[in-house]
């Protein structure tokens, strides 16, 4: 593998299809610190609020979550907003979430505006909470283990609902969780709700959950990916971020058999971060790979480090 001298290679791929994505600031900030769990470690009689900014840290976080369950054989029903069920369908798929077999067994349900609390009438805090019942019964009438139930709170942005209905609802749901068989993630959209909902939808809630981040500024993001599981990484990447870069792979190489790096989003890689790449993949057995997912340009990159020799390192282009 040759050992890049004078300028590194780079190449930017176009423009980024969405936006960076940010932590939250201010007073959410501490409270997702201080009750802050990933995803997969949500148990049978937790309540948590998982807070998301763009499409893809959305999806992974709730095909994590509802996997997760598939695989204890609990019951999953996903209450969906403004995301048309067959389209939710599709992005558990994508992510290797086997949703049709579920949903044909039963274990899978999605419940679209028209077939959840959101149809019929007001919402109501007593309507959800009388829903989710419903939903614990037939859980319960099934023979499965649990329930595990992920809803798109985005309805409570609109102007036909009450403010005071999401925090009533989020306080009267605690009560359904007495039987010891549920499981709840609430979904909320940063960029949909001010700071003040954000703070009480985290407060209100024993369990916060979010994106692991290993380095999250308007340049450069990188963060973990649970489905495929790995590390993704936005923006423009180069030498002066070498740190972060090998922390996601380090963990990544703990954590995983098969790492998938996916640098869809990536604007721009020079060839220090290339090159520290595929030493990383190195350190890998040859039994374990490292599987890159990016552009054609980003892909060249790759090759003009000599990344595309590694063994250990397989490439796919997006």
């Known amino acids: 593998m040759p050992d890049p001298t004078g300028p590194v290679p780079g190449v930017f791929a176009g423009p980024l299809d969405g936006k960076l994505v ?14 802050a769990v990933t995803v997969d470690q949500l148990r049978v009689g937790d309540h948590a609020c998982l807070t998301f900014t763009e499409p893809e840290e959305r999806w992974d976080l709730v095909a994590e979550f509802v996997a997760d369950g598939l695989n204890l054989g609990q019951r ?32 899978l349900v999605l419940r679209g505006g028209q077939d959840s609390w959101l149809a019929g009438g007001p919402v109501t805090a007593e309507r959800m909470v009388a ?28 102007a036909v609902v009450a403010a ?13 969780f007495n039987a010891g068989e549920l499981t709840i993630s609430c979904q909320y959209d940063r960029d949909s709700f001010d700071p003040v909902t954000l703070a009480f939808a985290a407060d209100a809630h024993p369990k916060t959950v979010a994106a692991v981040v290993y380095h999250d500024t308007p340049i450069l993001r990188i963060w973990r990916q649970h489905r495929p599981a790995g590390v ?30 996916n ?4 604007l721009f890689i020079d060839g220090a971060a290339a090159m520290a790449v595929a030493k990383a993949a190195l350190t890998l057995p040859p039994d374990r790979e490292v599987i890159v997912e990016c552009s054609p340009e980003v892909a060249m990159v790759f090759d003009a480090v000599g990344a595309s020799d590694v063994e250990q390192l397989r490439f796919r282009a997006r």
């Open 22 to 35: 940010t932590r939250p600031a201010g007073p959410l900030e501490g409270l997702l610190m201080a009750d």
């Open 76 to 107: 999953i029903v996903c209450f969906t907003d403004l995301v048309a069920p067959d389209d939710v369908t599709g992005e558990l798929v994508v992510r290797e979430v086997a949703a049709g077999a579920a949903l044909k067994r039963g274990q």
């Open 131 to 158: 829903a989710i019942a419903e939903e614990i019964e037939r859980t319960t009438s099934g023979g499965f283990t649990g329930l595990r139930i992920t809803a798109d709170m985005c309805w409570a942005t609109r």
């Open 164 to 176: 005071d209905q999401l925090v009533a609802f989020e306080r009267q749901a605690a009560r359904l």
């Open 232 to 261: 993704r990484i936005a923006g423009e990447l180069d030498f002066t971020q070498l740190e972060p870069l090998q922390q996601a792979l380090a963990e990544a190489f703990r954590l995983d058999d098969s790492i998938h790096l």
């Open 263 to 266: 640098l869809t989003k990536l």
